[in-house]
């Protein structure tokens, strides 16, 4: 069994180990990772990126935070752009815009591409606030973004409890709604489900703070309203700090996964339509789950990829019936903190 993937690692000191960004192939029944290719003079790339026509990004989570587009398959430094922000942790996209969350200054900025990047982003946009927690939430802190439509996306804001909705102006974007959430729930990472049949979809939204998982539903007005109770991903953990979900990639099974740092483990989430429910909590393989991504093995099954940062390696696991997950195994890298499909 082989999988391609994309692997970005913390490379600085006080951050991690790792070799950077590497074009991999690995068989987790062996253990066996062969590197195809490495960055060179990449730091932190903590969250990659593939763009329109299998462009490849990185992000440089520092202070003085970065951008860089690499050669998909070399892993060259094709170009590279200040973020103006701090620490960046996620990039995604509206229109022909890279969107750059930058968790330490609160903000996003966007970055064209549709032509080559000059020193700055076209625009920088944030809002003031704080949450309950107090070492976490001292003031806003962009986690992630999500395209609604080419001219719409929202931002989750872990610092204030809100989810955050932008309407893009050819001067840039303007607040056009968005969503509070309960004090400390502290969003990270956001999921689209749009419905089988013509509606309005519903958003879920891992809370990093309050180790749960919300669910909202966007009105017919445009409004977003939180829908159902959260569903608790680690009961029993005193310390628990969700990353990642993924929807199952199989159209009959209505189950979503959420890496759960701290408990280390794999939640697994049955979604009806009115309620959703913990099905299974399954170990991760390793400590401390950043990332996870479905991928295709060579035989064309799904498998589902877990950076466990701190543990170093990367787990593997397959899909089961209702959404469940089995460890197929490991391999070893250090410092792993995003997994991307290659194809």
Not at 266 to 275: F, I, Q, T
Not at 288 to 311: F, N, Q, S
Request: negative net charge.
């Amino acid at each position: 069994m082989n999988i391609p993937l994309y692997l970005g690692s913390y490379t600085e000191e006080g951050f991690g180990q790792g070799p950077g960004v590497q074009r991999v192939s690995v068989d987790p029944v062996s253990g066996e990772l062969t590197a195809l290719a490495t960055s060179t003079g990449v730091k932190n790339p903590s969250f990659l990126f593939r763009g329109p026509g299998g462009r490849l990004f990185a992000v440089e989570e520092l202070d003085a935070g970065q951008v860089v587009e690499l050669d998909p398959d070399t892993l060259e430094v094709l170009a590279r752009a200040g973020s103006a922000g701090s620490f960046p942790c996620h990039l995604g996209m509206a229109g022909d815009l890279l969107l750059v969350s930058n968790y330490g200054s609160g903000t996003v900025s966007a970055l064209p591409l549709d032509r080559p990047w000059n020193a700055a982003p076209l625009w920088t946009v944030g809002q003031p606030g704080s949450g309950p927690v107090a070492d976490r939430q001292e003031g806003p802190h962009a986690h992630s973004t999500l395209t609604l439509a080419p001219d719409r996306f929202l931002v989750a804001d872990l610092g204030r409890d809100r989810i955050d909705e932008y309407l893009l102006h050819e001067d840039g974007p303007v607040l056009a709604g968005g969503l509070d959430l309960p004090p400390g729930t502290g969003p990270r990472h956001l999921l689209l489900e749009h419905p089988a049949q013509d509606g309005e979809p519903d958003l879920w939204i891992v809370g990093e703070l309050d180790a749960a998982l919300h669910r909202a539903h966007r009105g017919a007005d445009g409004s977003w309203t939180l829908s159902g109770a959260p569903v608790p991903l680690a009961p029993g953990h005193a310390e628990a700090f969700p990353s990642e979900i993924a929807a199952h990639p199989g159209s009959g099974e209505r189950a979503l996964v959420v890496g759960v740092r701290g408990s280390d483990a794999l939640a697994v989430v049955g979604r009806g339509e009115e309620d959703a429910h913990l099905l299974q909590s399954v170990p991760c393989g390793g400590s401390w789950p950043r990332h996870l991504a479905w991928a295709m093995d060579d035989d064309g099954a799904p498998r589902l990829c877990v950076a466990a940062e701190r543990g170093h390696v990367v787990s593997v696991f397959a899909s089961g019936p209702g959404g469940g997950l089995t460890a197929v195994g490991s391999v070893g890298t250090f410092s792993p903190t995003y997994v991307l499909p290659v194809g």
